[in-house]
């Protein structure tokens, strides 16, 4: 069974910086793109980053380019997300991805981890 | 603002049919595969369908998708409570070099 779960959410002051984690299993985690997407509250679903499979290709929305990054390790199967100088507007659920179907469709997703901006 | 419209709210009766819209363009939807995403209350989202039309394992028959052109359409048949819900639409944009858009999401209320 595919399992993606988050860690590292939490309060944080504006222009903090807050490193959330995913541990995957039930796949090879090698051998996939991983993505991060955000849900602020009440709102939709906005994809953030994504990272090809040895880490070579890293892609962010134009919001958090230059504050976030994204990386992962193979070898412990996991996902990061460093955000840095972070705003009111992230303020949101971070959500960890897979699309281990075809299509760029996510087909699995991990609970979620409530990322709050505030002073 | 979504790239990709959807109507911010359906609603039908249990037992009956609903379609939930997706309309985009050339750049998105017109030359791209959909997906379609249902979140129940307080949950992750869960993939409903992929490559416009198909279901992953484990999803019933009563959910399904189609497209034409720049608009796609999801449908669900046999409504329950259990399905009350917002759905997504997502789709790659090439001009926006995102890797998923997704559309501004609808309520569905069974009523």
């Known amino acids: 069974e595919v399992q993606l779960v988050e860690s590292g959410g939490g309060l944080v002051q504006p222009g903090g910086s807050l490193r959330l984690s995913c541990a995957a299993s039930g796949f090879t985690f090698s051998n996939y793109w991983m993505k991060w997407v955000r849900q602020a509250p009440g709102k939709g679903l906005e994809w953030v980053a994504n990272i090809k499979q040895d880490g070579s290709e890293k892609n962010y929305v134009d919001s958090v380019k230059g504050r976030f990054t994204i990386s992962r390790d193979n070898a412990k199967t996991s996902l990061y997300l460093q955000m840095n100088s972070l705003r009111a507007e992230d303020t949101a659920v971070y959500y960890c991805a897979a699309s281990l179907l075809s299509g760029r469709a996510y087909s699995s997703w991990g609970q979620g981890t409530l990322v709050t901006v505030s002073s | 603002q979504s790239v990709l419209t959807q109507p911010p709210s359906v609603s039908a009766a249990p037992g009956q049919k609903v379609t939930i819209s997706c309309s985009g363009s050339s750049s998105d939807i017109g030359n791209n595969y959909v997906s379609w995403y249902q979140q129940l209350p307080g949950t992750a989202p869960k993939l409903l369908i992929y490559?416009?039309?198909k279901r992953p394992s484990g999803i019933p028959d009563r959910f399904s998708g189609s497209k034409s052109g720049t608009s796609a359409t999801l449908g669900i048949t046999g409504l329950q409570t259990g399905d009350e819900a917002d759905y997504y639409c997502g789709t790659w944009d090439r001009s926006l070099n995102i890797d998923v858009v997704f559309g501004g999401g609808t309520k569905l209320t069974v009523l």
């Open positions: 490559e416009n039309n």
